[in-house]
């Protein structure tokens, strides 16, 4: 008689969990270079980030390779699919911000090869859900991912490394799909029963087009704060209050990975809110700079913390798949 070990199952959203430490990693070094901080906290948060995206990617591989149906399973997957995105979307910002202020060589390669694989891995997503059947209810914030957080993190990543018409080009690809599909999005949550329980905390990501797109037209014009830039914080601001009215909702969630759907969303809204008070620079700016990473540092650390205790509990990694029958 022999004994078959089930294989531990990655779901994609894991990748959600480097993702939101970089995005904490961007905020820190945004501060740092503007002199308020230690810049080592924000390359320390960049490392742990790329260490955890390692992670990560060998125990999905480890899991999906052995059988390929799996990964394709997670790619054709209405819910699940989007999150796979993070997996190449991850290293362009890791490679933006870590890699080519020290070795712009590598960094552009780097860049290069990420922002490929996440515009294929966009047009293969969006063609499926042409080719594909999706019930509207399964739409949800997370559909922002592979294209609209995609293209605008790629955008950035593009005039970190000097490629402004490139820039120009993952810009423009992340705005007219924020524009499709933000529209289609908020249909789905305005006149639809409310989200599961598990994709609850996918409303958080409501708050990063704008305020991603804010930081890519930043990127591209210098750190000028022009009337653009204001456009796209104005409705980020209106998202950002939104939230407010949706914490009875998150207040009944019980915690798993799905809560590091919080962790990008509000980073980047930090790294935003960074940006405004240096360009502006109001009375006691440095106050408030503390404030912000005070605020989306113990946001995170929290959900690190929590995950940490759910793993050591065996609460969060999800129960194994079954043996394959004889």
Aim: with cysteine.
């Amino acid at each position: 008689m022999r004994c078959q070990v089930a294989a531990v199952r990655i779901p994609p959203n894991f990748f959600g969990i480097p993702f939101g430490l970089a995005g904490l990693g961007n905020t820190w070094i945004v501060s740092g270079r503007n002199g308020t901080v230690p810049t080592w906290v924000g390359n320390g948060l960049l490392a742990l980030a790329a260490l955890t995206w390692l992670a990560v990617l060998v125990a999905y591989a480890a899991y999906t390779l052995p059988k390929p149906r799996a990964l394709v399973g997670d790619m054709v997957d209405p819910i699940a699919g989007p999150f796979v995105s993070l997996a190449v979307i991850t290293p362009t910002l890791l490679a933006a911000q870590g890699v080519v202020p020290y070795a712009l060589g590598v960094g552009r390669v780097l860049v290069d090869v990420f922002l490929v694989l996440t515009v294929v891995y966009g047009g293969w997503i969006t063609g499926q859900w042409i080719y594909g059947r999706i019930d509207i209810d399964q739409i949800n914030p997370g559909y922002f991912l592979p294209t609209v957080a995609g293209g605008f993190i790629a955008s950035i990543a593009a005039s970190a490394v000097g490629q402004r018409t490139l820039a120009d080009i993952m810009l423009g690809l992340g705005l007219i799909c924020w524009l499709v599909l933000g529209s289609l999005i908020l249909n789905r949550l305005f006149t639809r029963p409310t989200l599961p329980a598990t994709l609850v905390p996918t409303l958080a990501i409501e708050v990063a087009p704008p305020a991603l797109a804010g930081l890519a037209l930043l990127a591209r014009s210098g750190e000028s704060i022009d009337v653009w830039v204001m456009l796209v914080f104005g409705y980020g601001l209106l998202l950002v209050l939104a939230q407010i009215r949706l914490l009875p909702l998150y207040l009944r969630l019980g915690f798993g990975p799905s809560f590091w759907s919080f962790t990008f969303a509000w980073s980047a809204v930090a790294t935003s809110a960074l940006h405004w008070i240096s360009g502006t620079q109001p009375p006691g700016h440095r106050v408030y700079t503390f404030l912000v990473l005070a605020a989306i540092s113990a946001l995170i650390g929290g959900i690190a913390v929590r995950s940490v205790v759910a793993v050591t509990r065996g609460r969060f990694l999800p129960p194994p798949a079954p043996p394959a029958a004889p």
